[in-house]
């Protein structure tokens, strides 16, 4: 599949991400935040929480899980953009909890796994 063809299937599944989110209750913050650190796919309010949220898309296991696609090296990659996203977006002097969700599509089959790892 090519890299076009693979950033459209990825915006469709996020897509779907976001719907899922909006139906548990999370109010949408912002999509695809890209800077030199990296992507974060989603950016979302959670209650007090500010999550941050990578989604993973495969059509079968033959290719890996997509939750083993969030590898060590991925996740820090998304705590390091976070931490800029947090710094030029936040107040001085006001802390806000958050926490790194993941979601990955296996096929239609949708989990959510809330606080997935940590910085």
């Given at each position: 599949m090519g890299e076009k063809n693979c950033?459209?299937?990825g915006t469709v599944y996020e897509n779907k991400a976001v719907l899922f989110l909006q139906n548990k209750g999370?109010?949408?913050?912002?999509?695809?935040?890209?800077?030199?650190?990296?992507?974060?796919?989603?950016?979302?309010?959670?209650?007090?929480?500010?999550?941050?949220?990578?989604?993973?898309?495969?059509?079968?296991a033959y290719e890996g899980?997509?939750?083993?696609?969030?590898?060590?090296?991925?996740?820090?990659?998304?705590?390091k953009t976070a931490k800029y996203y947090?710094?030029?977006?936040?107040?001085?002097?006001?802390?806000?909890p958050c926490r790194f969700d993941v979601i990955a599509f296996e096929g239609e089959k949708i989990v959510h796994i809330q606080n997935a790892f940590t910085s």
């Open positions: 950033r459209k299937v999370y109010k949408i913050v912002k999509q695809n935040f890209r800077c030199r650190q990296g992507e974060i796919d989603i950016i979302a309010k959670d209650r007090e929480y500010l999550v941050f949220i990578e989604v993973k898309y495969r059509k079968n899980a997509a939750l083993e696609a969030v590898t060590w090296q991925k996740q820090q990659r998304i705590i947090l710094y030029i977006t936040a107040s001085k002097g006001f802390e806000q």
